[in-house]
């Protein structure tokens, strides 16, 4: 059968565009399935197996008692009933199942790919990358889940933070894929690299304090802005503490890191903005950057005040996916655009 570059080209769009919005929906329904604290639900690593859900009272019974073994149901959910047993289990089971179909719709177009378009000028295996990469976050999601089963009335906040990272990084590989793809023009004018890898890593920083915060739910804390609660430092703990090994264990130092990284970030896109005025180049794609940074902003400050409510909460990590996006632009245009 006679194939031709222009219709891979048309279906690896298709591919990298319906792959890259199911992420997003996958970091959604994540965000939600932490937020309702459902994520220890469901206490094995069914790989196989779960498919389903529950179908009658004994298979709802023994997913309850699994349930009742560990510390979160003996320590905080002891007087759970099964119909509220029932919430956030479907709350994780949706997680796993979307899981898996993101995992099948990596890579059975990727075959499909390889058996029909391999001969063509533009083929390339670098796309398996992202079904290698699905099925690594397969692995540190359960590597997550563990870590609340035996001992801990919760999951790792550090695990929970290379959850999202990694979910985040498919997301951003994915992207930048597609900007390859459809050809993004450079920037005429080229920004200092090491300048804009900086603000990067500042972006990324945040992201990760801002797990942290979720992992810990510290955002119970200090639900005022822009002081917290009357200083600017909180008042529960001391300056030296920010030198102590329990630093990210400490909650009311993670939040005081998160909103310093925010003012830090604040100020380096300020200058950002400086370099694109004075350089007049593709003004739109700094003020589309600065809207995200500004929404994201507003999102975290509300979510804060509000004392963490989830619909806030889940838009202030669904924002951090547009800020990332955003910035890929501006770094995709001043690179050579080749990955």
């Known amino acids: 059968m006679f194939v031709n570059s222009d219709t891979y080209i048309k279906y690896l769009k298709l591919w990298l565009i319906t792959l890259f919005i199911l992420i997003i929906l996958m970091v959604a329904v994540g965000g939600l399935t932490r937020l309702t ?5 469901i206490t094995a690593w069914e790989l196989f197996t779960g498919i389903l859900p529950p179908l009658n009272i004994n298979e709802w019974n023994f997913y ?9 149901y003996q320590n905080i959910n002891y007087d759970m009933s099964l119909n509220e047993f029932k919430v956030i289990f479907y709350w994780e089971y949706a997680h796993r199942l979307l899981a898996r179909f993101v995992g099948l719709f990596t890579l059975i177009p990727l075959i499909l790919f390889s ?27 359960w590597y997550m889940v563990s870590s609340g089963l035996i001992q801990n009335n919760d999951v790792s906040h550090f695990r929970l933070s290379i959850h999202l990272s990694l979910a985040l990084f498919i997301l951003c ?10 050809k993004i023009k450079n920037f005429q004018f080229k920004f200092p690299n090491f300048f804009l890898l900086f603000i990067l890593k500042l972006i990324i920083l945040q992201i990760i304090l ?6 810990l739910d510290g955002g119970l804390i200090y639900n ?20 102590s090994t329990q630093l990210f264990y400490n909650i009311s130092i993670i939040q005081f890191l998160h909103r310093f990284t925010a003012y830090l ?40 005040i509000s004392g963490v409510e989830i619909k806030y909460a889940s838009l202030h990590q669904l924002g951090s996916i547009f800020v990332l996006t955003t910035y890929l632009v501006i770094l995709f245009k001043n690179s050579n655009q080749q990955l």
Request: glycine share 6%.
């Open 64 to 72: 309850f008692s699994e349930y009742k073994k560990i510390p979160e």
């Open 37 to 41: 604290d459902s994520g220890l639900s």
């Open 115 to 141: 058996l029909y378009f391999k001969n063509i000028q533009h083929y390339s295996n670098k796309y398996y990358w992202i079904f290698f990469l699905v099925c690594l976050q397969g692995f540190i999601g």
């Open 210 to 215: 801002g797990a942290f915060l979720s992992g």
């Open 173 to 182: 590989l994915i992207f930048w894929f597609i900007l390859n793809v459809y």
């Open 265 to 304: 970030l604040l100020f380096f896109i300020l200058i950002l903005n400086y370099f694109f005025i004075k350089n007049k180049s593709n003004i739109k794609n700094i003020i589309l950057f600065d809207i995200a940074i500004l929404l994201q902003v507003f999102l975290g400050i509300v979510t804060l």
């Open 224 to 243: 005022s802005w822009p002081d917290m609660n009357g200083s600017f430092f909180p008042s529960d703990v001391g300056y030296l503490d920010l030198l």
